[in-house]
Nanobody
Framework: QVHLVESGGGLVQAGGSLRLSCALSGSTFNMYSMGWFRQGPGKEREFVAAIGRTGGSTDFADSVKGRFTISRDNAKNTVYLQMSSLKSEDTAVYYC??????????????????WGQGTQVTVSS
């Protein structure tokens, strides 16, 4: 059974940085494209960033482009979301997700088969 565990969330001041990690267990990590989504207070869950199986392809929401980076370490079964220049509107619960689809849909939450429990990121202004 696949498990995803996020870590690295917390409270940070606007303009600061955080790095989120998500570790996958129970399966072969490089079978999965990985995504990060977030859900802010009173908002729907939204796509943040994603990375393909080899790390050769990435995608970002316009709202985080240039501020967030995504990477993966297949030897450690872990995907990372480096967040910089954080804004109050980045406050949300951040979820990582995994999909093994042959035809990858990085931005579609419905394409992801497995989800973590989420980690809270709070940006104070």
């Amino acid at each position: 059974q696949v498990h995803l565990v996020e870590s690295g969330g917390g409270l940070v001041q606007a303009g600061g940085s955080l790095r989120l990690s998500c570790a996958l267990s129970g399966s072969t990590f490089n079978m999965y494209s990985m995504g990060w989504f977030r859900q802010g207070p009173g908002k729907e869950r939204e796509f943040v960033a994603a990375i393909g199986r080899t790390g050769g392809s990435t995608d970002f929401a316009d709202s985080v482009k240039g501020r967030f980076t995504i990477s993966r370490d297949n030897a450690k079964n872990t995907v990372y979301l480096q967040m910089s220049s954080l804004k109050s509107e980045d406050t949300a619960v951040y979820y990582c997700a995994a999909q093994s689809r042959v035809i990858v849909r990085l931005r579609a939450s419905s394409a992801y088969e497995y989800w973590g429990q989420g980690t809270q990121v709070t940006v104070s202004s």
